[in-house]
């Protein structure tokens, strides 16, 4: 990345997985970062490593306090939103508060964000705003209906950073994550992702359960190119890369019966017995689609994204770090 100059960066749900990823990789570059977290479901364990930092500031506030945002975001050059309630589930069971942190929270954080006159809002979109929408790979431009009261409030994100771009001249650039894991993603609670959930399931010789015949696929992308990605949407020069939005992603997918397949693969060299966990099957969840697979041409192009790890490459990586922090 040519750009050495150093900045301040707001990084909201800083205390979650992708975000106390982001606040380490720029504290270690040498950033001024300012995390706010209301720790929902985020954890202060996450930013053990840079708490007494003295370039990093945590601000334990709510999105969905306008007064927060604003005092959030008071100095900073670049905004990295990541601050949500993620997850189908919780949303089908609570849609109004996954609403209000969803959307009124990012709007609170565009309104901040543009009265702060920050360089660049760059905020977590999500690659279930391709809905109903059979094609694949998901190419930016064609998207479906969405399936869950989550998908909506991350399409609604995106339908406001347009606007805040059209109306008020605010830098936006959205990516749409696709299935991100790694290090410190949340094995725990009844929303947790599957990849942490399997692993932590195996490690204690308990059964993986699939929803389904496991033959869905996912676009699993691990953490480290999701945080190229931020980077590079944040500091790009090329104007024709900005308010717009990009698959963030590897470009590959596989199968929850692969995904166990490799696990218990790298599992297996740490404790031989986890070859022997059987998998259970259950029933298909709500507001699951079949197939996921990102076309990353559009980052690729503009914003010259390389994904570095591929899922079996960050599978290894996850694997190693969740043996040595939680077994
Ligand atoms: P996470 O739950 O670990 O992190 C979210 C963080 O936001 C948490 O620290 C939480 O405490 C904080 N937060 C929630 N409500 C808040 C509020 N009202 N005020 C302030 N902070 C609040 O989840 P994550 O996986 O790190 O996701 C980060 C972002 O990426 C989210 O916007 C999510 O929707 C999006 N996303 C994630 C994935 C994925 O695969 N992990 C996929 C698509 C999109």
New binding site residues.
């Given amino acids: 990345m040519a750009n050495s100059s150093i900045y301040k960066i707001l990084i ?8 106390s990823n982001l606040c380490e990789y720029f504290i270690h570059k040498g950033h001024q970062v300012v995390c ?8 202060r364990h996450n930013l053990n490593a840079i708490i007494n930092h003295p370039n990093f500031q945590l601000i334990e ?4 306090n306008l007064a927060d945002c604003k005092h959030a975001v008071e100095g900073a050059d670049y905004v990295l939103h ?5 997850s189908v589930p919780r949303s089908i069971n609570d849609p109004i508060t996954t609403n209000d ?2 959307v009124s ?1 990012f709007l609170n954080m565009l309104v901040a964000s543009r009265d702060a006159k920050v360089k660049r809002f760059v905020y ?5 705003t391709y809905g109903d929408s059979e094609a694949l790979p998901k190419e930016e431009e064609k998207i479906g209906k969405p399936l869950s009261p989550y998908a909506i409030t ?1 399409y609604v994100n995106e339908l406001y950073a347009d606007i805040f771009n059209k109306t008020y001249g605010l830098e936006t650039i959205g990516l ?6 790694g290090r410190k ?2 094995p725990n609670g009844a929303y947790a ?1 599957v990849i942490p959930k399997f692993v932590v399931q195996l490690m204690h010789h308990e059964s993986p359960i699939i929803n389904g015949d496991g033959n869905y696929s996912r676009d699993f992308t691990y953490i480290d190119n999701i945080i190229q990605i931020n980077e590079l949407a944040m500091f790009t020069q090329n104007q024709d890369a900005v308010n717009t939005v990009y698959n963030a992603a590897f470009g590959d997918r596989t199968t929850l019966n692969d995904l166990i397949f490799y696990l218990k693969e790298s599992l297996t060299e740490l404790d031989a017995a986890i070859a022997q966990i059987p998998t259970i099957h259950g029933p298909n969840r709500a507001g699951d689609i079949p197939h996921s697979l990102a076309s990353i041409v559009k980052a690729q192009n503009l914003l010259d994204y390389q994904p570095k790890y591929s899922i079996q490459d960050g599978l290894k990586e996850a694997v190693k770090w969740y043996w040595s922090h939680l077994k």
Avoid: E, P
């Avoid at 749409?176 to 894991?181: D, E």
């Fill in positions: 909201t749900g800083g205390a979650g997985f992708i975000g706010l977290d209301n720790f929902a479901t985020g954890h506030g709510d999105i969905r990541q601050a949500a309630l993620g942190v969803n929270g977590a979109a999500s690659s279930s991350k749409r994550y696709f299935n991100v894991f993603q949340d992702a």
